[in-house]
């Protein structure tokens, strides 16, 4: 059996750039023209300070005709600055949000294409915190802080080049005073922030999960009161959250610290630069200049430092986020297997068989062996078996949902595996025993089949199937499902999705448990809907109703993933 594709709570957050490299490659154009505005923008900042020793050194020089200069020169440089600073936000946004939405859209089709295999395992408050916590933290990022740190960066190091260019041994005064502690500083920090920036969105997955499960089985734990059981876990769980958030907070206080040091170096500042200025060595437009591009040096630091827990959250984020890209492009390689290519599209009818079919789930269970079964096209055949005997799994090898471990299933002779999803998608339909609905009206619901019918479709496959009398009791196409279709019953849902399939016109439709735990009227009007299937339609129904299984001429029965009988039915 393959291992299957997991991700990993705490992914590796080395070269995370590079790994996103494939995805900012589309939006390059545009972020170096940020940059580029964003690089300008800063080295007009750094400008100031020169301007503002040079009209210190005029006014001490009684040099009016400098002076003015100095003072024209600072007005243009503040209006250049202010548009500079303008449309570099405006540009930095503008590419990074692009950036955030195509990731955002990658990953909600990498997961719409993810094998359900690879869906099954794992929870789906993680897979949710990941495809919307993780890109709203980017998105926030972006939006709040990313230009903060492009202008930072930039203003550093440009002020660095300034003061070397006054007076070097001045500048190695400073940076001796400042950099070492501060790099003392954040070495600290860096050394706990991934584990603790991990271990919070690690944390807040799983209370997210919790969570999500709440909502799905919230009728269970109100009829079998095992709701103060299942809070406790909740409150353990956020418990764990709260603990990890705090650790984040005070590992990003650590940070903090920086400013003491920047109040250290500019007394060593102020102190050296009098002793060189007493002694004329530097002139005292010199030490302006380091005082006021000392602070840009200073304040760049503190922005960086202060963005570094933003920094570190939005890496995590984006290392999360990569992993689910990359754990669902392998899950979805894998789950293809070992075919060569796609091979072209086969016949719109077919037989569909499996030979030797063989399942087994994450843990190790083995649900289906050695399975060996074919359907002619028309073929109406009902498969039957206990609870657990590997039915349902057995109509999702069948629909090319689930990848066999071994074996094959071939439609018109031509392994699944081979066919390409858009034409796998339209020979062979799975209607599950619990059809999922989307808010809105019944036509809404019927328009997710890949076809897009259009409404005169719509009509047509509701009279041959029969069901005038249903849909216009219910109000017509136009009539509102509610929430996740909530005003329809289950069986009433699983019209909906026979509909569905009726707009797909499959080779082979696969039905399971389509009737169970409907009322009888409901299951009937079902039944002789599937009676209005084109004779050329195979038909497989897994079933315990016996009416149903009396109107199918075949019948297949399973035990512990074995086929154990096949025979014609007699009624």
């Known amino acids: 059996m393959a291992e299957p594709v997991l991700l990993d709570d705490r992914p590796d957050e080395r070269r995370v750039l590079r790994r996103a490299a494939p995805y900012l490659r589309p939006h390059r154009r545009a972020l170096i023209v940020a940059l580029a505005v964003g690089l300008a923008d800063s080295a007009a900042l750094v400008a100031v300070a020169p301007l503002v020793g040079r009209a210190t050194d005029a006014l001490l020089a009684e040099d009016r005709g400098g002076l003015l200069v100095a003072a024209g020169a600072l007005v243009a440089l503040a209006v250049v600055q202010l548009g500079l600073a303008r449309a570099g936000e405006l540009l930095l946004a503008k590419a990074g949000e692009s950036v955030v939405r195509s990731l955002r859209e990658r990953c909600v089709e990498n997961l719409a294409a993810a094998p359900l295999r690879f869906l099954e395992s794992h929870r789906t408050g993680d897979l949710l915190r990941r495809t919307t916590g993780e890109v709203a933290a980017l998105a926030s990022f972006v939006r709040m802080h990313l230009r903060n740190l492009v202008s930072a960066t930039a203003t550093l190091v440009f002020t660095l080049v300034v003061l070397f260019g006054y007076s070097w041994q001045l500048a190695l005064v400073q940076l001796a005073v400042f950099v070492p502690p501060a790099v003392l500083v954040m070495r600290w920090f860096q050394r706990d922030a991934p584990g603790a920036f991990g271990g919070k969105a690690t944390a807040e997955a799983a209370v997210a999960a919790t969570f999500s499960e709440t909502l799905n089985v919230r009728e269970a734990l109100q009829s079998a009161r095992g709701l103060p059981g299942w809070m406790r876990r909740f409150h353990r769980e956020n418990d764990v959250a709260v603990g990890a958030a705090r650790r984040a907070v005070r590992v990003e206080n650590r940070i903090d610290l920086v400013s003491l040091i920047e109040g250290l170096a500019m007394v060593a500042l102020l102190l050296f630069g009098g002793w060189s200025v007493a002694r004329g060595s530097i002139g005292v437009g010199t030490v302006v200049v380091f005082v006021l591009a000392g602070r840009n040096l200073f304040d760049s630091f503190s922005d960086i430092s202060q963005l570094v827990g933003h920094v570190q959250t939005a890496r995590t984020g984006l290392a999360r986020l990569l992993d689910l890209l990359s754990a669902t492009d392998r899950a979805q390689r894998e789950e293809a297997g070992d075919a060569e290519g796609a091979a072209s599209a086969p016949p719109r009818r077919g037989e569909l068989s499996c030979e030797g079919v063989g399942y087994a789930y994450h843990d190790g269970s083995q649900v289906l062996s050695d399975v060996s079964l074919e359907f002619p096209v028309g073929d109406r055949t009902g498969i039957v078996g206990e609870t657990g005997s590997g039915k349902t799994t057995l109509s999702k090898v069948l629909c090319g949902l689930y990848a066999p471990d071994r074996g094959t299933v071939r439609f018109a002779g031509v392994d699944l595996r081979e066919i390409p999803e858009s034409e796998l998608r339209r020979r062979v339909v799975l209607v599950p025993q619990e059809v999922r609905m989307v808010t809105g009206t019944i036509a809404r619901n019927l328009e997710l089949v890949r076809s897009a019918p259009d409404r005169a479709a719509m009509e047509r496959a509701v009279r041959e199937l029969g069901l005038e009398d249903w849909i216009r009791d219910l109000g017509g196409l136009d009539a509102e499902v509610g929430v996740r279709g909530g005003r329809l019953s289950a069986g009433e849902r699983q019209i909906v999705g026979l509909l569905r399939a009726a707009l797909a016109d ?66």
């Open 506 to 571: 499959p080779s082979v439709l696969v039905l399971d448990e389509a009737t169970a735990d409907i009322d009888p009227v409901t299951a009937s009007r079902l039944e002789h809907a599937l009676d209005g299937m084109s004779e050329d339609r195979t038909l497989i129904v897994i079933a315990h109703r016996p009416a149903t299984i009396a109107r199918l001429p075949r019948v297949i029965s399973l035990d512990r993933g074995r086929v154990i009988k096949q025979m014609a039915h007699t009624s």
